[in-house]
């Protein structure tokens, strides 16, 4: 079982900056790709920002500017800087895993999520 353990959420001003930090735990034989997706209230889940083990990056158009995804290949964890946190920012942020396990089979795992707080 692979499980996505996500940490970095909470309640934060406006303008300021926040970092996410996931992390799979379990058993595979390597990453095909890590990323973050939110979901704001009444809203449907979104791809935020996603990289691949040779470091290729993909960001939401809407808040490009914003994000820095990086990973930390010694311990398999990606991190998500979000910069000039805005009210609308307020959503919960799910880690997006893809994984080949023992099996060679692609598992792809969700984290359980972290909640993010904008205030104004």
């Known amino acids: 079982q692979v499980q996505p353990v996500e940490s970095g959420g909470g309640l934060v001003q406006a303008g300021e900056s926040l970092r996410l930090s996931c992390a799979p735990s379990?058993?595979?034989?390597?990453?095909?790709?890590m990323g973050w997706y939110r979901q704001a209230p009444g809203k449907p889940r979104e791809m935020v920002a996603s990289i691949t083990p040779g470091g290729n990056t993909n960001y939401a158009s809407s808040a490009k500017d914003r994000l820095t995804i990086s990973r930390t290949d010694a311990n398999n964890t990606v991190h998500l800087r979000v910069d000039s946190l805005k009210p609308e920012d307020t959503a919960v942020y799910y880690c997006?895993?893809?994984?080949?396990?023992?099996?060679?089979?692609?598992?792809?795992?969700w984290g359980q999520g972290t909640l993010v707080i904008v205030s104004s």
């Open positions: 997006n895993v893809a994984v080949v396990l023992g099996n060679y089979k692609l598992l792809e795992a």
């Open positions: 379990g058993s595979f034989r390597e990453i095909k790709s």
